[in-house]
């Protein structure tokens, strides 16, 4: 525990009310202070790499983060590392719109690696179509809207890239989420913490489960690390 020196942080769910994009202002004074204290504090979310860069601008926290579920990387306003292949994405969304109906894509900040889609159709169906096409592409779903991401690009591939870049190991950094889209980051770090409202399949996934929703549980998240830390005992 000790060891922490980096928390990964979800967005939607995570520090946000009810799913609409307002973010908890308590959540963000305890993600600055986290960076007041010398640790840095990494926002990976399947909004894009820019709503999350400026998120960490203007919530004062690291200015680093992994938008579209890994698929970009971003240091800079203008350094971005793409992880991923939208033209592939693109041609997957093509042939959903021919295989089922009401397929639409989202409106949402544009996207350099993946494709973003309204929840209006069965994720199943969508993605027994892509498999069966051959494409080597995924539907994933958020609790946002639903994304077509490569096969091998999630959360968990961007952040362990992150990772080696800033030479983190698995034992330094925490994750901190609540949808699906969060486990593969769970997979990369050793500790990794949830909520008791996210779905039961994440919660089977996290090293520890906390208390609240809507931004109070990230809150109750931070003070469960303290809190193992001033008893020196290891999550």
Same mark, same amino acid.
Request: aromatic share 8%; net charge neutral.
């Given at each position: 525990?000790?060891?922490? $020196?980096?928390? =990964? /942080?979800? &967005? ?23 960076? $007041? ?6 926002? /990976? ?6 709503e =999350?860069? =400026?998120?960490?601008?203007?919530g004062?926290?690291?200015?680093? =983060? ?7 990387? %971003? ?8 992880? *991923? ?22 409106? /949402? ?6 494709? /973003?889609?309204?929840? +209006? ?23 946002? *809207?639903?994304h ?8 968990? +591939? ?11 190991? $698995? !034992?330094?950094?925490?994750? &901190? ?15 990794? %913490? +949830?909520? !008791? ?9 996290? +090293? ?13 998240? &931070? ?10 005992e290891?999550?």
């Amino acid at each position: 525990m000790n060891r922490i $020196k980096c928390f =990964a /942080v979800d &967005i939607d769910g995570t520090i946000t009310l009810n799913g609409n994009g307002m973010v908890n202002l308590n959540a963000i004074s305890k993600l600055r202070y986290l960076v $007041k204290l010398g640790y840095q504090v990494i926002y /990976v979310t399947g909004r894009s790499s820019i709503e =999350a860069f =400026a998120l960490a601008v203007f919530g004062g926290t690291t200015h680093t =983060a992994i938008g579209e579920n890994g698929g970009v990387i %971003i240091t800079a306003p203008n350094d971005f590392r793409i992880l *991923a292949d939208k033209e592939k994405c693109l041609q997957g969304y093509d042939l959903l719109r021919k295989e089922i109906k009401h397929v639409s894509q989202k409106s /949402v900040f544009p996207r350099m690696s993946e494709v /973003v889609l309204e929840r +209006t159709f069965d994720l199943a169906h969508g993605n027994q179509v892509l498999m069966d096409s051959g494409h080597k592409l995924i539907l994933v779903d958020s609790n946002y *809207a639903y994304h077509i991401n490569e096969i091998g690009v999630n959360k968990g +591939t961007g952040l362990e890239t992150l990772m080696k870049y800033l030479q983190f190991s $698995k !034992e330094e950094v925490i994750a &901190i989420g609540d949808s699906i889209t969060d486990i593969p980051m769970f997979n990369k770090t050793k500790y990794s %913490i +949830t909520f !008791e409202s996210s779905d039961e399949t994440v919660r089977n996934k996290a +090293t520890h489960i906390v208390k609240g929703g809507n931004g109070e549980g990230l809150i109750n998240a &931070i003070d469960l690390v303290f809190e193992q830390k001033a008893s020196s005992e290891i999550i």
